[in-house]
């Protein structure tokens, strides 16, 4: 049941109105029930009240998964602050470009999370508007400061703030790269992401009562909006995870009894081929949703068959559709599960069409163009972008190849140009030859996903030296990772003398393969 108004405030009171005394977040020895929650988040929103942050403002978060993340998220959502998500695993370069373009007053980070200070990698990054940044380590002294000074803020303040904000206003901002190498900030409102997931967890099944483990970053709309929102709209537990630890996994399934376990394919792979998943007791797990890559019918019976999961079911979106267009749904064989994406959910409208525009009969392949409340309000300071990504009727233009079948069900054949999936993440090239021709030694560089059995696919970078210069292969890949997410980094590269063009001098990456691939 959806609050009367469509905004987080209004869900988090609702939420704590019908479960206050059940369970919202485990995360160690932070406990919280719905009612412990909504006034933990409140103490956020009355320091974020003090700091003079005002509706229509942006706070970023940096930080792995974490009570504290959404406490913050939310403290500062329901007050009509945006959220800007940062991937943990950026370099300071990559973390300043989108703070400084989303204009963030303030950033929530740690210290000490895989051994790196966050912070600290913005050091030497010009951030004209970043007033502060609060660490969300537990138990650090800057953050119990940092909430104190919201003691001075009234609870009729809070309830004003709160009830200011409308269903339409943005509530977060989640940068997705493009074909054009720079990211862009999808702007959504808080009606369309609580619309969104209340059919997310209708399709998939998530129950009140469920103990959720997410393994998914907060960072990303799987671990955020189809993870603690989600549970949210629901009455789930949520337990959060930081990193992903098979053996630490498998420890908290049987020992917490987790009910759902969402993730990319990668995290069930991992957990099938650790050999403690046979002597674990993982009778508690009843629902998986996966996607962002393909999943074998063989790893679906292997999800049933050796973790034991009830129903294992997929799903498809965009950041640009607050993460969801289409699911399969609890009963779906395992062929159909392995070959679709499912169902558009209710009230999205799909389109398949031909390079002119015009529409393509079932079984046929066409460009997926999508219609319906979950469509972003736009790219932020983008109005181009915006205009070429949502024509004049709305249809936002996936740039995925997809077929439909005569019951509906949806398969994605080829995805959004040049793009590829690394482990659950979306890699552009034209980003990652942008942070590689930082490279002393690279003159031009053309990037490609290549397959790779645990992480679908993996980058490799294939290169054109500047005379006179030599690469090592080694010395580059590390170079790479100091200089850009790990999952964006290329695992191996090829040295070449030209990249292949076309008329327009653009480089056509269809044609880089390797002796070994035309000869397959």
Not at 228 to 250: E, H, Q, S
Not at 294 to 306: A, K
Not at 491 to 511: D, W
Request: with cysteine; aromatic share 6%; hydrophobic share 45%.
């Amino acid at each position: 049941m959806l609050p009367d108004k469509l905004t987080l405030g209004a869900l988090v009171e609702s939420a704590a109105a019908r479960w206050g005394d059940k369970v919202a977040i485990e995360d160690g020895d932070i406990v919280l029930t719905f009612a412990g929650l909504r006034e933990q988040a409140s103490c956020f929103s009355r320091a974020l009240i003090a700091e003079g942050l005002v509706n229509g403002d942006r706070i970023g978060i940096w930080a792995p998964n974490s009570a504290e993340w959404e406490l913050a998220a939310i403290g500062a959502e329901q007050i009509g602050i945006a959220v800007v998500p940062l991937n943990t695993r950026f370099k300071g370069r990559e973390a300043a470009d989108i703070l400084g373009r989303s204009g963030a007053k303030l950033l929530f980070s740690v210290k000490g999370f895989l051994g790196m200070d966050l912070p600290a990698l913005l050091a030497n990054e010009d951030l004209p508007a970043l007033r502060r940044t609060v660490l969300l380590n537990r138990g650090d002294e800057g953050l119990a400061a940092f909430l104190a000074q919201g003691e001075t803020v009234g609870d009729a303040e809070l309830a004003d703030r709160i009830a200011a904000v409308s269903p339409e206003d943005v509530i977060d901002i989640l940068y997705t790269s493009g074909t054009t190498g720079r990211p862009k900030g999808v702007m959504s409102a808080h009606q369309q992401n609580i619309r969104t997931f209340e059919a997310w967890a209708n399709s998939v099944g998530l129950h009140e009562g469920d103990r959720y483990l997410i393994v998914n970053p907060y960072f990303h709309s799987f671990g955020y909006k189809a993870g603690w929102l989600a549970a949210l709209l629901r009455g789930a537990t949520v337990l959060p995870v930081a990193m992903f630890d098979t053996g630490k996994i498998l420890e908290m399934i049987e020992a917490k009894r987790i009910a759902v376990l969402p993730g990319p394919p990668t995290i069930y792979q991992s957990l099938l081929d650790d050999p403690a998943h046979k002597t674990r007791d993982l009778s508690s797990l009843r629902l998986a949703v996966t996607g962002a890559a393909s999943v074998p019918p063989s790893l679906i019976r292997r999800m049933h068959d050796e973790l034991g999961i009830r129903d294992v079911l997929t799903a498809y979106g965009l950041t640009e559709t607050c993460g969801v267009v289409t699911a399969t749904k609890a009963g779906d064989p395992p062929e159909l599960v392995s070959a679709s994406c499912g169902l558009p959910i209710p009230g999205v409208s799909l389109r398949l069409v031909d390079p002119e525009g015009r529409d393509v009969p079932d079984g046929q392949p066409g460009e997926l163009l999508v219609k319906g409340f979950n469509v972003m309000k736009g790219y932020l300071d983008d109005p181009k972008a915006t205009a070429e990504a949502i024509d004049a009727e709305g249809w936002l233009r996936t740039g995925d190849i997809a077929i439909r079948d005569e019951d509906g069900y949806l398969r994605i054949t080829d995805r959004a140009k040049d793009m590829f999936i690394s482990g659950g993440f979306n890699c552009y090239p034209a980003e990652i030859e942008a942070l590689i021709l930082d490279h002393p030694a690279v003159a031009r560089v053309a990037v490609t996903g290549v397959p790779d059995l645990r992480m679908g696919e993996v980058c490799r970078a294939w290169i054109v030296p500047k005379p006179g210069e030599t690469i090592d292969e080694a010395e580059f890949i590390a170079w790479c990772r100091g200089h850009m997410a790990n999952y964006k980094a290329p695992r191996s590269i090829r040295v070449v003398e030209t990249l292949p063009m076309n008329a327009a001098g653009k480089v056509q990456r269809f044609l880089l393969k390797d002796e070994e691939e035309v000869a397959a």
